[in-house]
């Protein structure tokens, strides 16, 4: 199975100020038609998922701008360009170019 | 609205059965791959089965590979979850999901929790 490694596990953030996390894939994510298939979703406390970001860089309608992801390959990113309290929660990114469709361990984001 | 609402988790034993619904509104049903995903407690995601719209194609992880089946019933817009051999490991909320491709899931349900334990 492909291994999705998240880093940091923990970010705790100041209000207003950028943060960033890391996504890395044991393999390549570019499937054999070209697209790569790599979200990313947010679970606030005592919510289901929620998709924020599809094929490394679409934002999902009614995603704040201030999401937005990056990367190829096997190493991707997803930046909050300003946090504000309702980004607090765990973000998750997933792949699935390769079955099974794999996730990686989760992102608490917390304000400091 | 778009929703999809699950049903049927509770306690059960290891060893034993239980069949999860999910009830989908909102949606073009019969024509999306649908899912299934679990979270145990406190802990990350993890995939466990999807299935095309005609029920032609159904993939599993390999943890319940055998002892789960995914179906769904297009006329009533409904997703289920048949597990049996019920393990403890599988305690998890149950959340039902549409794979619009990729598993790059758009919608979630709110989950159905499982109980396995003596």
């Known amino acids: 199975d ?6 940091p596990l923990s970010l705790p953030v100041t209000l207003g100020q950028p943060a960033s996390i890391s996504c890395r894939s044991s393999q390549s994510l570019v499937n054999s038609d070209g697209n790569t298939y790599l979200s990313w979703f947010q679970q606030r406390p005592g919510q289901s998922p929620r998709r924020l970001i599809y094929r490394v860089s679409n934002r999902d309608s009614g995603v704040p701008d201030r999401f937005s992801g990056s ?28 079955w099974p469709p794999t996730f990686g361990q989760g992102t608490k984001v917390e304000i400091k | ?47 466990v089965a999807n299935i095309n719209p005609d029920e032609t194609t159904e993939y599993y992880v390999d ?23 019920l393990r403890v490991e599988d305690t998890a909320m149950y959340y039902c999901a549409r794979d619009p491709e990729y598993a790059a899931i758009d919608i979630w349900g709110q989950g159905t929790m499982v109980t396995v334990s003596s």
Not at chain 2, 10 to 17: A, E, K, N, R
Not at chain 2, 19 to 43: D, E, H
Not at chain 2, 63 to 82: E, H, P
């Open chain 1, 2 to 7: 492909v291994v999705m490694t998240q880093s």
């Open chain 1, 71 to 98: 990367g190829s390959g096997t190493d991707f990113t997803l930046k909050i360009s300003r946090v504000e309290a309702e980004d607090v929660g765990v973000y998750y990114c997933m792949q699935g170019t390769h």
């Open chain 2, 1 to 47: 609205e778009v929703q999809l609402v699950e049903s049927g988790g509770g306690l059960v034993q290891p060893g034993g059965s239980l069949r999860l619904s999910c009830a989908a509104s909102g949606i073009t049903f019969s024509t999306s791959w649908m899912a299934w995903v679990r979270q145990a407690p406190g802990k990350g995601l993890e995939w």
């Open chain 2, 63 to 85: 943890s319940v590979k055998g002892r789960f089946t995914i179906s769904r019933d297009n006329a009533k817009n409904s997703l289920f979850l048949q597990m049996s051999s």
